[in-house]
């Protein structure tokens, strides 16, 4: 059964959370993705102040037999609290809450589970871990349903630019703290101003030729030199540059079927 497990735990990957909220912003709600993008990097930010500051340990810190080799390359860094739970949580506890479609919730919530039984089936974190990773990802899932992130002119770029310093300060800090930074950034400055396509044939052009657009810029940005790529300024402008491209240039690639949104 572990390759059942494994598979389910790997839906808390950064991959699925790039499909998953791209699709969201163009598919379906474009200030709501802006949104839910702003409360994501904030929880992960969060997540990472806690596994490094507190610094505590796996199951299988003291005794590498209790999880394989597979599972424990799905674990980075410390143990509490669990950041599979905690973002997959946020990302669609936090969706639920904006649509509040009933299909929808029950969905969500069985997937958030399943990918946190994963982490307790697979001995990568404590019921502890998973647990205080649970209750973060509810606070942030529902703040993300508020939707109290300004979208003023004035404050746009002050955000970035403090994330853009904190990297800058911190060049060789965890490579969590550069991308929650980069997350950040790029949701902050991003201005989603396009309406969702209304047909089918628009929605699959959009999520065919939007994620193709991502994933060249994502693993483009990945072949970068390892020396240089895992600096936190780097980390946090190849972060930032990604979202940027997901919520304004593909919109801006994709004007006919993503037509800007009326002035409101």
């Known amino acids: ?30 200030r709501g993705g802006r ?7 904030l ?5 990472t102040a806690l596994k490094y500051g507190l610094n505590l340990p796996r199951p299988f810190t003291s005794d590498p037999s209790l999880a394989s080799e597979a599972a424990r390359a799905t674990a980075g860094g410390p143990g509490l609290p669990s950041g599979h739970t905690q973002m997959s949580l946020t990302l669609w506890g936090g969706m639920a809450a904006q649509l509040r479609r009933p299909v929808f919730t029950g969905f969500a919530l069985l ?18 871990d998973v647990l205080v990773g649970a209750l973060l990802g509810l606070v942030f899932a529902l703040w993300a349903a508020r939707g109290d992130f300004p979208l003023h002119a004035a404050g746009r ?11 800058l300060l911190f060049p ?8 929650g930074l980069g997350l950040l950034a790029g949701f902050w400055a991003a201005r989603p101003d396009f309406s969702p396509p209304r047909d089918w044939a628009g929605r699959l052009i959009v999520a065919g030729a939007g994620l193709l657009v991502v994933f060249a810029v994502y ?14 300024v780097v980390r946090v402008l190849r972060y930032a540059l990604l979202v940027l491209v997901a919520a304004e ?6 004007r006919r079927w993503l037509p800007r949104a009326p002035s409101t």
């Open 1 to 30: 059964m572990e390759s059942f497990w494994l598979a389910v735990t790997n839906l808390g990957r950064d991959e699925v959370f790039i499909v998953a909220l791209a699709l969201y912003t163009w598919l379906l709600r474009p």
């Open 111 to 128: 997937l958030v589970a399943l990918i946190a039984l994963s982490r307790l089936v697979l001995h990568v974190h404590f019921p502890s």
């Open 35 to 41: 949104d839910l993008g702003v409360a994501f990097a």
């Open 157 to 167: 770029w002050t955000v970035p630019a403090l994330a853009l310093l904190a990297g």
């Open 219 to 232: 693993l483009g940005l990945g072949a970068l030199p390892e020396s240089v790529k895992d600096l936190a």
């Open 249 to 254: 240039g593909v919109p801006r690639l994709l």
């Open 43 to 47: 929880s992960f930010l969060v997540n």
């Open 172 to 179: 060789h800090a965890p490579r969590e703290l550069g991308t």
